[in-house]
């Protein structure tokens, strides 16, 4: 199993950035996907997560309303599109997949997840 994370990169405050995860190896459509980033000195942390069909989606506080997480099954791919981009956003950001039955129950401990992307690196400056 391969999960690809590209898109990162080095931004001004208030920029976008789409982040796309490429994933090889495993039935897509049959897999939670998650977006988690990672700041120095931090734990890993939630991002958004979208269910098998695209319909269902979560995120964190800290991004509702700027970042929107889409899939497209037949490419293999998850994508994280961020707007109005602020410095604290800066991380290493992950993508990953979740092998369950029900979309309900805990999604945010990075433990959940089955496969892990290598991360790419997105930096905000103000």
């Known amino acids: 199993v391969q999960l690809q994370a590209s898109g990162g990169g080095l931004v001004q405050a208030g920029d976008s950035l789409r982040l796309s995860c490429a994933a090889s190896?495993?039935?897509?459509?049959?897999?939670?996907m998650g977006w988690f980033r990672q700041a120095p000195g931090k734990e890993r942390e939630f991002v958004a997560r979208?269910?098998?069909?695209?319909?269902?989606?979560d995120y964190a506080d800290s991004v509702k309303g700027r970042f929107t997480i889409s899939r497209d099954n037949a490419k293999n791919t998850v994508y994280l599109q961020m707007n109005s981009l602020k410095p604290e956003d800066t991380a290493v950001y992950y993508c990953?997949?979740?092998?369950?039955?029900?979309?309900?129950?805990?999604?945010?401990?990075?433990?959940?997840?089955?496969?892990w992307g290598q991360g790419t690196q997105v930096t905000v400056s103000s």
């Open positions: 990953a997949a979740d092998w369950r039955t029900s979309y309900s129950g805990t999604y945010y401990i990075p433990g959940e997840y089955d496969y």
């Open positions: 190896g495993l039935t897509f459509s049959s897999y939670v």
């Open positions: 979208i269910n098998w069909s695209g319909r269902s989606t």
